[in-house]
């Protein structure tokens, strides 16, 4: 995970924010969250922070093309479902991620690395709340 990434104070708050919700939060709220902690963080170091912690795999950036990413602090593959009615992201949890890697991998005599798949639809409070 280090990939030779210095652990600054920055990047410290920012890891604890994100490995504390399931929400898979944007830059903004990161950055609203952050200034409890630490007012004088800017929203550019915010960005920074989360580009250099995606690039040393400590979190995972969520780039569907919607104009703005999203993160997720846990860096391990896995599956997300998108509600298209209210925007929350949920993970999936389910275990077919590495048997997937296998299954290509034998099918197509390749080696993967990773792998991605989202799933969109409406969640079960956008459903209830229809009712």
Not at 71 to 84: A, K, L, S, T, V
Request: charge should be negative.
């Amino acid at each position: 995970m280090n990939n030779g990434m210095r652990m600054t104070e920055q990047r410290a708050l920012i890891l604890k924010i994100l490995r504390s919700t399931k929400s898979h939060p944007t830059a903004d709220w990161i950055y609203q969250e952050a200034r409890k902690e630490m007012p004088n963080i800017s929203l550019g170091t915010v960005y920074r922070n989360l580009r250099v912690l995606a690039e040393a795999g400590a979190i995972m950036e969520l780039d569907y093309g919607s104009g703005y990413s999203r993160y997720d602090g846990n860096p391990e593959n896995h599956y997300h479902f998108q509600c298209q009615a209210c925007g929350k992201m949920y993970d999936v949890d389910i275990e077919l991620v590495h048997q997937l890697d296998e299954l290509v991998e034998e099918s197509l005599g390749a080696i993967i690395h990773e792998h991605r798949l989202e799933f969109y639809g409406i969640c079960k409070d956008c459903q209830e709340n229809n009712h």
